[in-house]
């Protein structure tokens, strides 16, 4: 039996193959809740994550679930949002483009029961996305996912990594909410 150690594995050209420079993660099992009031408005969600760069102008893989439950009948009135945030500037990357009263979302809340809207929270795992942000070593991102409500009359609580109800019963689970950031580079 042989083994083989190195230190760097290089391509012909003399370049390093590791292509992961750094990570960031955020699981966050504290419950928490947040008022929506209004179409279209963003309302953070507790996925929130900063990563600094080593690298300029290296790519981003984010990745993650947020878990909640809400007040309201149908969470099919929801959708989340990607956003990205560098120098307190902040954008939704990885979304469709707004046309007219319709809003450009990362993707629609899949909810996870038909008619309990009190015991039985829904999580939604988010699209991996690799963002491009052209930024230079050093530069401080932060990564985030929020959401909205995309329909009806919106006069709601959200519930996150918790149900409604809250109650101290097997049926009223707990859960986390997360979000994982790969600078890889370029």
Known sequence: ???????NLQDTSGNNLSRVAATAQNIVTATSSATISSLSSLVDTPATVTITSTLANS???ISGMVVMEANSSDD???ALVTRRTIGGSGNTICAGVSSGNRPGVTKNW???HSSDAGSTASCNVMPTFLDSP??????AITYSYSMMATDGSPSWTVYFNRTVNDNDSSG?????TYINVLEIAA
């Not at 052209?134 to 530069?139: C, K, N």
């Open 1 to 7: 039996m042989s083994t083989l150690k190195v230190n």
């Open 59 to 61: 790519k981003f893989l």
């Open 76 to 78: 099919h009135d929801f």
């Open 110 to 112: 899949t909810i996870g």
């Open 134 to 139: 052209s930024q230079t070593a050093g530069t």
């Open 172 to 176: 009223h689970e707990r859960f986390n």
